[in-house]
């Protein structure tokens, strides 16, 4: 069983190794802004305050967010290991994650540049229904036919928060909150650093630095 933390400045592709990773060992992915998106689509009174938040490119308040970690993390489908995507996402998440498991293995960090990061958030295209995600403007990232997902024909969307400005919005709050809390694990000595940028090539990293 092994227990992975993926770091990494949004739209690095923390979301596809997460799902490689899922499908190659078994494991359960746990992607926090998965988890708010579907929040937000049960219309409910949290639904309008979150939505707005995350379109600010600002984090969502550390109390919900514990609250949700700290429930799926107690949940009964995690003996083969875990991949969280998305948390913690700053040093006060990194402490409390400390007090709800102390069953993590490594944390892998990918690192990518601002400039990458912005051409591929600003063309994402996602599918909703089996989360592959696409590019409309990398040509080797397209879907086949326009809009339509290679894999399960579902329909292709935008993401609310996949914009220039709230990506330079989250980018400075993945410098100023994230990006410390690689000095946390580093002194931990469970910090590994992937500096790649071809998905399969980061992938055979992640199995290398899990096996
Ligand atoms: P993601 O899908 O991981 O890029 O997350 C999308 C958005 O959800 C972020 O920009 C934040 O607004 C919110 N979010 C995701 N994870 C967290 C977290 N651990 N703490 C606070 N907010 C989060």
Redesign the pocket.
Known sequence: MKNIILIAP?GAG??TQAKMLCSKFNMVHI????L?RSEIEKGNDLSESLKQ??QS????E?EL?LKIMEKRLNESDLDNGFIL??????IN?AINLDKITDKIDAVIYLEVSKEELERRIVGRLVCKTCGASYSELIEELMPINNNICDKCNSKLEKRI?DTVEIFNN?YN?YLEETYPILEFYKEKNKLYTINLLDKDEIFNEIVKIIS
């Open positions: 949004p923390k979301g992607s926090v802004g998965d708010l938040r995350m490119g600002k984090l969502v550390d967010i995507d998305g948390f913690p996402r700053n998440q928060d989250r709050t």
